[in-house]
């Protein structure tokens, strides 16, 4: 299995000169620092790989070790290219990406890594808040039906790290490349779920602590969270 950190993007929103991963947090480390001791808690280290882009020679001084992609058009793009990208890269295997911007426990693998030994496609969802901002899920017959900020009455939100087996890796990158320049990858896979039939579960770590941070506000709660 390869493991895949988005971190391509300017971060706009948080407003730092610097791209969003390296945001230091309250005990010193930054966003990145502690996903990488995370997996590789779990994982071998070495099939770690960066999607970078904005500012990129800043993360790869800081992690030499790791390999990376490179999304020239980062300014132009959004997740979903920056996912695509990889995926063309390890089409052939099963791959678990991340979002460069989430913090997470470590111990929410006892829950995941289960699905994962079963190549069972998934997203992590937190069904304890329901925010405006993020993004929200629905199901249908036990699978995703609905993955977006549109989606109403969500169930939970989708809290960033997700799994596609290589069975489903080809239906995937089909409908990432039917994405716009601007979409997330959730498009990509919201339209293989409804227009294709890709199974993809519902894994709930809602037992967990795990955030996002898009804002200021964000990385205060996170530091004070964690």
């Not at 490349?177 to 896979?189: M, P, S, T």
Request: hydrophobic fraction near 40%; charged fraction near 30%; aromatic fraction near 10%.
């Amino acid at each position: 299995m390869k493991i895949v950190i988005l971190a391509a993007g300017i971060g706009s929103r948080l407003g730092n000169p610097f791209p969003k991963p390296l945001t230091p947090l309250k005990g010193g480390k930054s966003i990145m620092e502690r996903q990488v001791e995370n997996l590789s808690h779990n994982f071998n280290e070495h099939d770690i790989s960066v999607v970078v882009g904005f500012k990129k020679d800043l993360i790869m001084e800081r992690f030499p070790d790791l390999t990376y992609i490179y999304n020239q058009f980062f300014d132009a793009t959004n997740t979903s290219k920056s996912l695509l990208k990889a995926l063309l890269k390890y089409r052939n295997e099963d791959v678990l990406w991340i979002n460069g911007d989430v913090i997470f426990d470590v111990e929410l693998f006892s829950v995941l890594n289960k699905e994962i030994e079963k190549k069972n496609s998934f997203v992590s969802v937190n069904t304890s808040r329901v925010a405006e901002e993020e993004v929200k899920y629905t199901l249908k017959n036990g699978f995703v039906h609905e993955l977006s900020k549109q989606v109403r009455n969500g169930l939970g939100e989708a809290v960033g790290i997700n799994f596609i087996s290589k069975d489903d890796m080809p239906l995937f990158i089909e409908h990432l490349e039917k994405c716009g320049e601007n979409d997330y990858f959730e498009k990509g896979l919201e339209t293989a779920i409804q227009e294709a039939g890709l199974k993809v579960k519902a894994v709930d770590i809602s037992d967990f602590r795990c955030m996002e941070v898009d804002f200021e506000e964000d990385l205060e709660a996170a530091n004070k969270l964690f």
